[in-house]
Nanobody
Framework: QVQLVESGGGLVQAGGSLRLSCVASGSFYALENMAWYRQAPGMQRELVARTSRAGNIHYPDSMKGRFTIATDNAKNTFYLQMNSLQFEDTGVYYC???????????????WGRGAQVTVSS
């Protein structure tokens, strides 16, 4: 059974940094369309960053500059480096990826259970 598990969340002061990790476990061929989303209290879930296996990266305009997504395909792991964190960045951060069972498989979407990030002002 495939699982995505986030780690690296926690409490940080405004201006600080955190790095989130998402590890995929189970039996599969590869990950594709790896992404980080976040959800603040009372708000909708929003995209923070997305990358393809080939390294095509997308950041929404509101996320450019302080967030960096990276992958380690050999370890089935991807990361979100967050710098200059602000109070408004507080929320639950979720990883998401399409899990491929073969080279020709379009993939099935999986979500992690989320990691809490709290930024104190």
């Amino acid at each position: 059974q495939v699982q995505l598990v986030e780690s690296g969340g926690g409490l940080v002061q405004a201006g600080g940094s955190l790095r989130l990790s998402c590890v995929a476990s189970g039996s599969f061929y590869a990950l594709e369309n790896m992404a980080w989303y976040r959800q603040a209290p009372g708000m909708q879930r929003e995209l923070v960053a997305r990358t393809s296996r080939a390294g095509n990266i997308h950041y929404p305009d509101s996320m450019k500059g302080r967030f960096t997504i990276a992958t380690d395909n050999a370890k089935n792991t991807f990361y979100l480096q967050m710098n200059s964190l602000q109070f408004e960045d507080t929320g639950v951060y979720y990883c998401n990826a399409d899990v491929l069972q073969s080279l020709w498989d379009p993939g099935t979407g999986y979500w992690g259970r989320g990691a809490q990030v709290t930024v104190s002002s």
